[in-house]
């Protein structure tokens, strides 16, 4: 049973423009969720997070937003440039569940074009 | 200042022969956790480790599959008999302290070990 689910296995963006990748979650527990990117042949970094507790996280080109009645969360990136092609990884977490509290989703191959 | 360091990079095994897998964790790190990525999945957590203790090793397999992390040295995962479903990347991670996943520590994982079973 996937707690965590990224549906869209790729995304091709062209260079400039807005991506937007999407997870859902099937866990009423989650209250935080961070996304990573991963390169080919690295490991995943750590990229932005959100609490349940707010609606949206801001760093620089990449917005995190939240919705919990929907139980759904994306991150956009804009604009998207060519070292944004990656994979990204949905991961959630809730603060009873220790270290096996982090849940990955498959990752979303997001593709920027130029 | 180097990173989570896991080696060998890739590694190769015959069906019934034993993988094992080293993580040093960043400076400073106390903490270690191993995931596995089967191909087209994401990341399954296996185990959590302080210096010497198994916290959490719900996710490693009931049989074949043990991890250390001793007072001195890096931590080591280790799959007995190995079989072709276990071929797979194999990332370490480490944190500072418990990670709560506050905001305050997230995961510095490592560049991840492929391990391929003929």
């Known amino acids: 049973d996937q707690q965590v689910k990224q549906n869209s296995p790729s995304l091709s963006v062209q260079e400039g423009r807005i991506s937007i990748l999407n997870c859902d979650y099937t866990n009423s527990m989650f209250d935080y969720f961070l996304w990573y990117k991963k390169y080919p042949a690295e490991g995943p970094t750590f990229l932005i997070s959100i609490s349940s507790i707010k609606d949206k996280n801001e760093d620089g080109r990449f917005t995190v937003f939240l919705n919990k009645s929907a139980k759904h969360l994306s991150l956009h990136i804009v604009p998207s440039q060519p070292g944004d092609s990656a994979v990204y990884f949905c991961a959630a977490s809730y603060s009873g569940g220790g270290a096996d509290g982090l849940t990955f989703g498959k990752g979303t191959h997001l593709i920027i074009q130029p | 200042n180097a990173g989570v360091m896991q080696n060998p990079r890739h590694l190769v095994r015959r069906r019934g022969q034993e993988a094992r897998l080293r993580c040093s964790p960043m400076k400073g790190h106390s903490h270690v956790y191993w995931y596995r990525q089967l191909p087209e999945e994401g990341l399954k957590f296996m185990v959590y480790l302080q210096k010497e203790n198994i916290i959490d090793e719900s996710g490693m397999p009931k049989e074949r599959f043990s991890a250390e992390f001793p007072k001195e040295g890096p931590s080591i995962l280790r799959i007995q008999q190995v079989v072709r479903g276990d071929s797979a990347a194999y990332f370490c991670?480490?944190?500072?302290?418990?990670?709560?996943?506050?905001?305050?520590?997230?995961?510095?994982f490592g560049a991840g070990s492929r391990l391929t079973v003929l």
């Open positions: 991670a480490s944190s500072p302290v418990l990670a709560t996943f506050s905001g305050a520590n997230v995961l510095t």
